[in-house]
């Protein structure tokens, strides 16, 4: 998978050579490359912002920079090749697990962290027209700019892609993986030793009973499930329940 970053703070994204996706990177499963807003800027400042139309506080980003910034990128591809264009935006739609998994399928991303306000809308327009642009936020909360989001997403997608995590039964039981588990979070887990500070390891654990080990890992994942995210148990469907979960 290639992945194109264009960011006003080119340094913001060195997370990207480190661990799993550094990895992925060294062994040629990922092809990142970082791309300096302000390369694409003729004035002497590098102006990339200016003042919001119908006034208002803070700074839009101008459209010139985005525009002669993802033709480059865009063009530098092969010639039939169709890059996603990823806008992170607290206004977005909300990044899910299955938008990780589609865009996990893409043989292009190209990501267009902003600051201040926002990119004039124009940009969002123009590329929409020709390319599959999705606009995505990682919350309900808002952060200073998309660099940290594209972190977040970049780390999201990379991980499904395939030989990039070691086991690939590590993600079947993910919470909000899609599957039999789905809609619930994961449930807590152990390693050695067996006694830390007074503290034992569920008997069940030890028991080498899978069907019953299978089972509390189903009622430990439904408990903290209704514990911290009871909407998660509010949108699944009843018929995904069994007369265990009912009883909890
Ligand atoms: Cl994608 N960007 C910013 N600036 N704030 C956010 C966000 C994105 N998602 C949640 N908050």
Do not use: C
Request: no cysteine; glycine share 8%.
């Amino acid at each position: 998978m290639r992945l194109d970053v264009v960011t006003i703070f080119p340094e913001y994204l060195e997370p990207l050579n480190v661990s799993l996706v550094g990895k992925a990177r060294a062994r040629g499963q990922l092809d990142v490359r970082i791309h300096d807003l302000r390369e694409w800027t003729h004035d002497k400042h590098n102006t990339v912002d200016d003042t919001p139309y119908g006034g208002g506080p803070g700074m839009v980003m101008k459209p010139e920079p985005w525009g002669e910034a993802l033709d480059a990128i865009v063009e530098s591809g092969a010639d039939d090749a169709r890059p996603t264009i990823v806008v992170p935006t607290p206004s977005g739609e909300p990044f899910t697990q299955e938008i990780a998994v589609e865009l996990a399928e893409k043989p292009w991303l190209v990501f267009t962290p902003a600051r201040y306000e926002g990119i004039d809308r124009r940009v969002i327009e123009e590329y929409g027209d020709h390319y599959d642009v999705r606009e995505l936020s990682i919350g309900d909360y808002v952060l200073a700019g998309g660099e940290a989001p594209v972190l977040v997403m970049v780390e999201a997608v990379a991980r499904l892609l395939p030989g990039v995590l070691g086991n690939a039964e590590s993600h079947r039981d993910d919470s909000f993986a899609p599957g039999a588990m789905a809609d619930l979070l994961e449930g807590p887990v152990y390693t050695k030793p067996p006694e830390w500070r007074g503290r034992g390891i569920p008997d069940v654990l030890l028991s080498g009973h899978h069907g019953k080990i299978a089972r509390w890992r189903r009622d430990e994942a439904f408990r903290r499930t209704t514990a911290n995210r009871p909407d998660l148990i509010e949108r699944t469907d009843p018929a995904a329940f069994d007369k265990k979960d009912r009883e909890m």
